[in-house]
């Protein structure tokens, strides 16, 4: 089963999301703010990590460059969710080191092409819609 780390501080987005991906096979871990995705990620190891820039604590970029700079972490895939999607925006994302963006409101096909893209698993690709 694919398993997903979601990080995301909106208890509302995440659940929403989250029960949306749960009906394609995809197993949630969801933490709340950066330091917690650290931590998770090299502990759960995911298959691959949703990440919202705007959290407490630390910021999604600085989450990201974090999890390119730990070996264990290093090779997870990571799609950024952001309601910020000015060009300059996205290419943060990207240059910090992010294998998709897909911004917010998420749209839904968009994020599982995604997936598809980076999780070879075939529980995405047999899925409910």
Not at 64 to 86: C, E, F, G, Y
């Amino acid at each position: 089963m694919t398993t997903l780390l979601y990080v995301e501080d909106d208890e509302d987005n995440a659940f929403m999301l989250g029960r949306r991906l749960q009906r394609h096979g995809i197993q949630i871990r969801h933490v709340e703010d950066g330091e917690k995705a650290l931590i998770a990620a090299v502990w759960k190891r995911p298959d691959a990590v949703l990440l919202d820039i705007n959290l407490p604590g630390i910021n999604g970029l600085e989450v990201l460059h974090k999890l390119r700079a730990n070996p264990l972490t290093v090779d997870i895939p990571v799609i950024v969710l952001s309601a910020h999607v000015m060009e300059d925006d996205i290419l943060k994302a990207m240059q910090a080191g992010a294998n998709a963006f897909v911004p917010k409101p998420i749209d839904f096909p968009q994020l599982l092409d995604a997936l598809q893209r980076l999780v070879k698993r075939d529980s995405l690709e047999d899925s409910a819609p």
